[in-house]
């Protein structure tokens, strides 16, 4: 039958599942993703100074060198996240056509918040805002001053709302597409297919990719456990259980830790990580309310309009900074928004993979709403309400050397209202579900990526992932006096590096999801009756002016050739 297109009528159906691989191990990633992290992790055992100058050597080129394409870059996928959000492309879901969500908005939102940045926001809530507040980036206004409260609002909220989420909003889209919707295996390398062909992607260079998208995710999950487990253990010395935090008790911390995030990963997404990202959900609502409450309520509710407005007016500015702008703003960017981009894109395999697993069935509008405008809201909230009261308490929390102490910021707020020590073992808990709910999402994820992209890894493999993660994340705080983590940083600065590469893979995402979306049967059915209604009309005035009705019925013949309009028609 003609169907007024340049391709069967089978294209504009629903999609075919593509042919899956064998759900088994794959040995080739997993080994050489295992043997690499390991290397690494000798390495610092056995010459750490050595490890932590070369990875700073490597940073410090990244950031020099390429801080502008991180720049450039990371606007870029704000850009890209929202126009095809808003699109005609929107309307596409994540899944077969009229497939239901597989979770609750709620919960879905818990788990997508708790897994991108909770003991992020934890333990920067109070800490990032103050330090902006006493030393604002160069450049901009004196520190101290109601205009430095303003732009410490405004700098946090550029590096953790729209631009963060729209680096995992880029890859969660690829992966969630080509997996629920045309049935690719949930690996990072599956959504080059467009670009690289089938047999690329299941082939060397796709392995390599994804081993790639392991070693970030391993070694930046660790990290940032190190740092949550290093606040946990400032929160025990700070209610006076301890005299000080030494290695054996940030050990005890993430071992215990670990035994129940792989509890947790092991139970699956629908029991353990969405049941924790639900509860933290809850504990995180009642810290905030009693800050809200017991701190300077107007000056919070005064910062939100206010945070809002300076964040759209200076948003160009904060967008435009790079290395040209000066040395010293030079090393402010490369400590602070270069980092921070570079951060989040070394975590887009493990956030972005993860919250494409808990995204099926929702439509691409949807995805990309939530991912990006709630847990910007949510930033824009938390933000308001812990950083406008340590700015409000700053003398208080930093003393007379007013330094900034980011382990122990937020306890030394809370040190200034009722219920001091309460509230104290409740953000202690918070840090410690973070770190459940996020390190067995990404054990998780490290599963999929080395057992040939299944949704539903084996357990020995995820217990694995998640026993590594735990044992790295202690040795990066072994191999260093946990006061001073030489080694923790080195390894950041490793995943920094990671980053890199990363995020020339985003780009070309971007290009294989477009070229993908662009041949998705809804697309196509939309064109074809775009083309169907057209020609017909003119058919109708033609032969019978404006008395004509249109009729859906079964052609024999087909239309005569040369009067089937061909793609470029349609694209002219």
């Given at each position: 039958m003609a169907t007024g297109l340049d391709r069967p009528i089978d294209d504009v159906r629903e999609p075919e599942l593509e042919p899956q691989p064998e759900s088994r191990l794959d040995r080739a990633v997993f080994g050489i993703a295992a043997v690499l992290a390991l290397a690494v992790v000798t390495w610092g055992l056995v010459d750490q100074a050595s490890l932590g100058s070369r990875a700073a050597q490597a940073q410090s080129w990244v950031i020099?060198?390429?801080?502008?394409?991180?720049?450039?870059?990371?606007?870029?996928?704000?850009?890209?996240?929202?126009?095809?959000?808003?699109?005609?492309?929107?309307?596409?879901?994540?899944?077969?056509?009229?497939?239901?969500?597989?979770?609750?908005?709620?919960?879905?939102?818990?788990?997508?918040?708790?897994?991108?940045?909770?003991?992020?926001?934890?333990?920067?809530?109070?800490?990032?805002?103050?330090?902006?507040?006493?030393?604002?980036?160069?450049?901009?206004?004196?520190?101290?001053?109601?205009?430095?409260?303003?732009?410490?609002?405004?700098?946090?909220?550029?590096?953790?709302?729209?631009?963060?989420?729209?680096?995992?909003?880029?890859?969660?889209?690829?992966i969630g597409y080509g997996t629920f919707r045309l049935g690719r295996p949930q690996l990072i390398s599956s959504a080059f297919t467009k670009l690289l062909g089938r047999k690329q992607t299941r082939g060397p260079l796709g392995k390599a990719i994804d081993i790639m998208a392991i070693f970030a995710t391993?070694?930046?999950?660790?990290?940032?456990?190190?740092?949550?487990?290093?606040?946990?253990?400032?929160?025990?010395?700070?209610?006076?259980?301890?005299?000080?935090?030494?290695?054996?008790?940030?050990?005890?911390?993430?071992?215990?830790?670990?035994?129940?995030?792989?509890l947790s990963a092991v139970s699956g997404v629908a029991r353990g990580i969405q049941w924790l990202s639900n509860i933290n959900m809850v504990l995180a609502l009642v810290l905030a309310a009693f800050v809200f409450i017991a701190g300077p309520t107007l000056t919070m509710l005064n910062l939100i309009p206010t945070s809002i407005a300076d964040y759209v007016a200076m948003l160009p500015e904060m967008a435009g900074r790079t290395n040209a702008n000066g040395a010293a703003l030079a090393d402010w960017l490369g400590a602070w928004t270069i980092f921070y981009w570079a951060w989040w894109v070394s975590w887009t395999p493990f956030v972005g993979m993860f919250i494409a697993r808990i995204s099926r069935g929702r439509t691409i509008r949807q995805f990309v709403t939530g991912v990006l405008l709630v847990p910007s809201m949510v930033s824009l909230v938390w933000f308001a309400i812990f950083g406008g009261a340590g700015i409000h308490d700053a003398e208080a929390i930093t003393g007379a050397d007013g330094v900034v102490d980011s382990n122990y910021a937020l306890f030394d707020l809370l040190q200034q209202y009722p219920l001091a020590s309460v509230m104290t073992v409740l953000v202690m808990v918070?840090?410690?579900?973070?770190?459940?709910?996020?390190?067995?999402?990404?054990?998780?994820?490290?599963?999929?990526?080395?057992?040939?992209?299944?949704?539903?890894?084996?357990?020995?493999?995820?217990?694995?992932?998640g026993a590594l993660t735990g044992a790295v994340a202690a040795i990066m705080l072994l191999i260093a006096d946990p006061g001073d983590p030489v080694a923790l940083q080195g390894l950041q600065a490793l995943t920094?590096?990671?980053?890199?590469?990363?995020?020339?893979?985003?780009?070309?995402?971007?290009?294989?999801?477009?070229?993908?979306?662009?041949?998705?049967?809804?697309?196509?059915?939309?064109d074809l009756a775009q083309t169907l209604v057209e020609e017909a009309v003119i058919v109708g005035v033609d032969r019978h002016g404006e008395d004509f009705s249109l009729v859906v019925e079964e052609s024999t013949t087909g239309w005569p050739e040369e009067d089937i309009p061909t793609k470029s028609d349609r694209d002219d």
């Open positions: 020099e060198y390429t801080g502008w394409l991180y720049v450039l870059s990371t606007t870029g996928f704000v850009v890209f996240a929202i126009w095809v959000a808003a699109s005609r492309y929107g309307k596409i879901p994540l899944g077969r056509d009229g497939e239901r969500p597989e979770f609750r908005t709620t919960s879905w939102i818990a788990m997508m918040f708790s897994a991108g940045m909770g003991i992020g926001l934890m333990f920067w809530g109070v800490a990032e805002p103050l330090t902006f507040y006493l030393s604002p980036p160069p450049g901009t206004v004196e520190a101290g001053t109601d205009g430095a409260a303003q732009v410490a609002m405004a700098q946090t909220l550029f590096h953790w709302t729209l631009h963060p989420w729209a680096v995992y909003a880029v890859v969660g889209l690829a391993l070694f930046g999950s660790a990290a940032s456990l190190g740092l949550g487990a290093l606040q946990i253990g400032a929160g025990i010395e700070h209610n006076g259980w301890v005299d000080s935090v030494g290695e054996t008790l940030v050990v005890v911390i993430i071992v215990v830790l670990t035994i129940l995030f792989i918070l840090v410690g579900i973070f770190f459940v709910s996020g390190a067995d999402a990404a054990s998780l994820v490290m599963g999929t990526l080395t057992q040939r992209g299944s949704i539903h890894p084996s357990t020995w493999n995820v217990i694995f992932w920094i590096v990671a980053s890199l590469p990363f995020l020339l893979v985003m780009v070309l995402l971007c290009v294989s999801l477009y070229r993908d979306l662009r041949e998705d049967p809804i697309i196509l059915r939309e």
